[in-house]
Structure formats: C-alpha cells, structure tokens
C-alpha cells in the first residue's frame, strides 16, 4: 500500500535547533500540504506545495519553509525552534484537481 | 482562532446509544470533509459533502451538510467501542485543497 509516508516518526530538538521533516506523498498524488497539530487541538494549515512551488501559505512564521522534488516528496524545515513548536506535523498528499487529503501518521516534534 | 467550530468538544456513552456532532462556521464551504484520528496516527477521511442539503450515509454514519453550506453534523446510530476516537471536521472555503480543520470531538464509547 503506497501511502503517506513520514520520517521521523519522532524527534526530540533543543531550543534554537533545526529540524527537517521529510514526507513522500501517496503514488499518483502530486500535492503535499502540512499541517502542525498542537495537542487536543485540531490541525493547522502550515503550506502547501504543487508542482515544486509553495501555493498557499497558513498563518505561520518565516521560520517554517518547505520544498518539494521532483518525485513529488517534500520537506518541511522548521529554524530556530521553540518550545512552542512540540506538535504533531502531519503531512497530506491530494490532487491539485481533486478533493480530500491522505495522512500520514506524522512526526511528533518535541522541544525541550 | 478557529474558523469552524465543533461540539461538544468530549463525548464519552455507553455502546448502542445514538449520537450527533456539530460542526458550525460564518463562512460558507464549496465542500466539507470529516475525519476520525486515533491515537498516534493521522487523520482518515470519512466523508466529503459538497451540496448544500445533502446527506450521505455510511454505515451507521450519518452525515449532512447544511443548506446554506455552512455546518455540517455526524450522526452516529448505536456506537460501538471501534467508534472511539477524534471526529475532525474541515472546510474548503473556495480551493478545494486547502482545508481548515475544527478543534474536533473526541468521543469515547464504553462497553
């Protein structure tokens, strides 16, 4: 089953770290959107990429940027870490033409 | 600030009782999507409603989309433990690929 793949499952950084998180998408999709999900709450739109291009962009700091590749895989970096950045990242794979994401199980970020 | 609004935010019943979740916005949709998260994993999408008064069923689940296209509800017809979990609503305000997600409920259903 080709789905949603994220790495790493989980990650522990020191205030003022980087950390990059990697996501390949589901076999035919060409879209891949973050989300950060803070705990008990839902998730958050950080961006979103289409054809190696960020498309549209969440109320998120300059801190957090992305990639995508040609094989459609992204990437999201997040600089200079803060506590409050200790979530669950999820990354979301669709059709730019089509409705309805697939998850993957995310990466769950911890700051200490 | 959320933009859609979900209640109640924990529902915790006993198996076979009946159940309905709420999800309200100011902001109309071009289409709603619900999701059940476990523990430790990401979402997985249920239903996508795009009509305004439409109403899909899956299984004992029971999804309408309001009129106006601006809520939804998640009907749930004699809950089982296997029902447990966060129910996820999310809306497209005009781009279908970007979706803002409610705070969601988490349910619980006792044996």
């Known amino acids: 089953d080709a789905g949603v793949t994220q790495s790493p499952t989980h990650l522990i950084k020191t205030r003022g770290q980087q950390v990059t998180l990697r996501c390949s998408p589901k076999s035919g999709h060409d879209t891949v959107s973050w989300y950060q999900q803070a705990l008990g709450q839902g998730p958050q739109f950080i961006f979103q990429?289409?054809?190696?291009?960020?498309?549209q962009r969440g109320n998120f700091p300059d801190r957090f940027s992305g990639h995508q590749f040609p094989n459609y895989s992204s990437e999201l970096n997040v600089n200079a870490l803060l506590l409050g950045d200790s979530a669950l990242y999820l990354c979301?794979?669709?059709?730019?033409?089509?409705?309805?994401?697939?998850f993957g199980s995310g990466t769950r970020l911890t700051v200490v | 600030t959320q933009l859609l609004e979900q209640s109640p935010q924990f529902l915790s019943i006993q198996e076979g009782e009946n159940l309905t979740v709420y999800c309200n916005s100011s902001s109309v949709f071009s289409s709603l999507q619900w999701y059940r998260q476990e523990p430790g994993e990401g979402p997985v999408l249920l239903v996508t409603?795009?009509?305004?008064?439409e109403v899909k069923k899956l299984k004992r689940l029971t999804f309408q989309f309001g009129d106006a296209r601006k809520d939804s509800s998640l009907h749930i017809t004699a809950a089982q433990p296997g029902d447990t979990g966060l129910y996820l609503c999310?809306?497209?305000?005009?781009?279908?690929?970007?979706?803002?997600f409610g705070s969601g409920t988490k349910l619980n259903v006792k044996p």
């Open positions: 409603v795009v009509t305004g008064g």
């Open positions: 990429y289409y054809e190696e291009e960020e498309r």
């Open positions: 999310a809306g497209a305000e005009y781009n279908f690929n970007k979706f803002y």
């Open positions: 979301a794979s669709s059709l730019w033409e089509g409705r309805g994401y697939t």
